[in-house]
C-alpha cells in the first residue's frame, strides 16, 4: 500500500519558517514528480511547488516564489518544503503529492495520483 505522510506542520508567527517533510512509503518515486498544495478553510485546493524527478527543475505558485523551497532525497524517498518569511495567508493545510507517470512534471491537481492526509500550517499575526 502506498502511502504519503506529511509531518513538520504547527503554529508559527508570522515572519517565521517552518519545514515540511512528506515521506513516501510501499514504492519509490524516483522517476515521479512530486509536489505540494495547500488548502485554506473554504477555498479549493491551490497548488504551491513542484520538483521533477531528479530535482533539477522546480515550479512555484506566484504567492510563495521567493519565499518557499522545494526539494527531494531520493534514497529517502522524501519531498521537503522549507517555507521561510510566513504570512498569515499561508495559513492552511500542506498536502504532498506524487505523479503516477515517469518523468512527468505538473502542477494540476489532475496529473498527482497519490496524496498524504496533510499537515496543518497556521501563521500567527
Known amino acids: 500500500q502506498v502511502q504519503l505522510v506529511e509531518s513538520g506542520g504547527g503554529l508559527v508567527q508570522a515572519g517565521g519558517s517552518l519545514r515540511l517533510s512528506c515521506a513516501a512509503s510501499?514504492?519509490?518515486?524516483?522517476?515521479?514528480?512530486k509536489g505540494w498544495f495547500r488548502q485554506a478553510p473554504g477555498k479549493e485546493r491551490e497548488f504551491v511547488a513542484a520538483i521533477n524527478w531528479s530535482g533539477s527543475t522546480t515550479y512555484y505558485a506566484d504567492s510563495v516564489k521567493g519565499r518557499f523551497t522545494i526539494s527531494r532525497d531520493n534514497a529517502e524517498n522524501t519531498v521537503y518544503l522549507q517555507m521561510n518569511s510566513l504570512k498569515p495567508e499561508d495559513t492552511a493545510v500542506y498536502y504532498c503529492?506524487?505523479?503516477?507517470?515517469?518523468?512527468?512534471?505538473?502542477?494540476?491537481?489532475?496529473?498527482?495520483?497519490?496524496w498524504g492526509q496533510g499537515t496543518q500550517v497556521t501563521v500567527s499575526s
Open positions: 503529492a506524487a505523479t503516477s507517470v515517469n518523468y512527468r512534471l505538473g502542477y494540476s491537481r489532475d496529473e498527482y495520483d497519490y
Open positions: 510501499g514504492r519509490t518515486f524516483s522517476r515521479n514528480a
